[in-house]
């Protein structure tokens, strides 16, 4: 399904004269992790969210190498704050598999049996998900993202809110993805997770993309003067130094 093409795409609303996101031209291959860092504002969520066509550009094209839909289909999302049915942490995995509908009821008992296992859940099996910790939560719904085996898994800044020991959980697990056939499309703030997950970087500042390149490229010579202001954690979003 990859490349994943955005041609001058941008977003912008009514109610503003500046563009959320302006004029993207990018294009995603199918290796690696690819995290997606700029401060806060930058405009990854709304990357993210074009992306798995939550949301559609006022102007330019995003476009997979298989149809849309097809493409969509075989996408999982994860977002900062974990949404979930609210029943039983099997049945939020169960559904998941339902809405797929390519596995007997036995051969799902055993992948979602796996999945709580692997995701150390399975003592939560019959708790119902909204009683759950906010980390125990956030793994359930990287592993309800995940069971279906998605071919792309859009994680938005999915720690942010979480202790290190729930965020050390969902990495070493985000790390075992990486190795699989899911390519892990992720935005973050956080650079130390950045520089441990990333195999590409993708910079975005004011709505623009700055950078598109190798991590250890972006990690160790950012190109861009506002790639090495964010990299020294002295980069803010209101920052109108026009160095762009
Ligand atoms: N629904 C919306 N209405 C108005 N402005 C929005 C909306 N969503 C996002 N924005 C604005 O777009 C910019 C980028 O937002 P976002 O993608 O959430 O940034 P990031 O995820 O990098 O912190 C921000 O300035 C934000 O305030
Ligand atoms: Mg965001």
Redesign the pocket.
């Known amino acids: 399904m990859f490349p994943l093409i955005f041609e001058q795409v941008s977003l912008g609303?009514n109610s503003?004269p500046k563009l959320?996101l302006d004029s993207i031209n990018v294009r995603i291959e199918k290796a690696g992790t690819l995290l997606i860092l700029?401060?806060?504002?930058?405009?990854?969520?709304?990357?993210l969210r074009l992306a798995h066509q939550l949301i559609k550009p006022t102007q330019g094209q995003i476009s997979w190498a298989i149809p849309s839909k097809l493409a969509r289909q075989q996408q999982a999302m994860v977002f900062q704050h974990p949404i979930l049915l609210n029943r039983s942490a099997y049945a939020n995995l169960e559904f998941a598999l339902k809405l797929k509908n390519e596995h007997t009821k036995i051969e799902q008992q055993h992948l979602i049996e796996a999945m709580l296992e692997q995701m150390n859940l399975q003592e939560h099996a019959k708790t119902s998900a909204n009683v759950l910790s906010f980390g125990e939560q956030q793994k359930l719904a990287l592993a309800r993202a995940m069971i279906i085996k998605p071919k792309v898994l859009f994680l938005?800044e999915p720690t942010a809110s979480l202790d290190p020991s729930a965020s050390y959980q969902i990495e070493q697990f985000l790390s075992e993805v990486a190795t699989t056939s899911t390519k892990i499309i992720m935005?973050s703030h956080d650079l130390n997770q950045a520089k441990r997950l990333a195999d590409q970087v993708l910079f975005?500042h004011q709505?623009k993309i700055l950078e598109h390149t190798e991590a250890a490229l972006f990690f160790k010579k950012p190109q861009s003067k506002l790639g090495k202001l964010f990299l020294a954690g002295e980069l803010l979003?209101k920052d109108n130094r026009s160095l762009l």
């Open positions: 609303l503003q959320l700029g401060p806060n504002g930058a405009g990854k969520s709304l990357f938005d935005a975005l709505g979003w």
